[in-house]
């Protein structure tokens, strides 16, 4: 079992910026891939950003520009620098973690911006 962390959220204004962490504890196998995903409501849970224990990374293209992905291996932390922040960014943010068929969950954290 993995337990997963987030910290950070919270209520910006448009333009603004935020910083997500995600904490990892466990049966953590140094192989593996940390990342965000966000569900707005009504819509689909979807992958903003993820990044490889090797440090390669994968943005969703709405993010771009905008947010960077980067982790701690040594903490099994895994940070999300949010700027630019536009009202279409709001959503709970999930944190992942990913091994093979294995895929685990934080319990999400609220990121709210206004106009």
């Known amino acids: 079992q993995v337990q997963l962390v987030e910290s950070g959220g919270g209520l910006v204004q448009a333009g603004g910026s935020l910083r997500l962490a995600c904490a990892a504890s466990?049966?953590?196998?140094?192989?593996?891939?940390m990342g965000w995903y966000r569900q707005a409501p009504g819509k689909q849970r979807e992958l903003v950003a993820a990044?490889?224990?090797?440090?390669?990374?994968n943005y969703a293209d709405s993010v771009k520009g905008r947010f960077t992905v980067s982790r701690d291996n040594a903490k099994n932390t895994v940070y999300l620098q949010m700027n630019s922040l536009k009202p279409e960014d709001t959503a709970v943010y999930y944190c992942?973690?990913?091994?093979?068929?294995?895929?685990?969950w934080g319990q999400g954290t609220q990121v709210t911006v206004s106009s």
């Open positions: 992942h973690w990913g091994r093979n068929a294995y895929n685990y």
């Open positions: 990044i490889t224990s090797g440090g390669i990374t």
């Open positions: 466990g049966r953590i196998v140094s192989i593996n891939i």
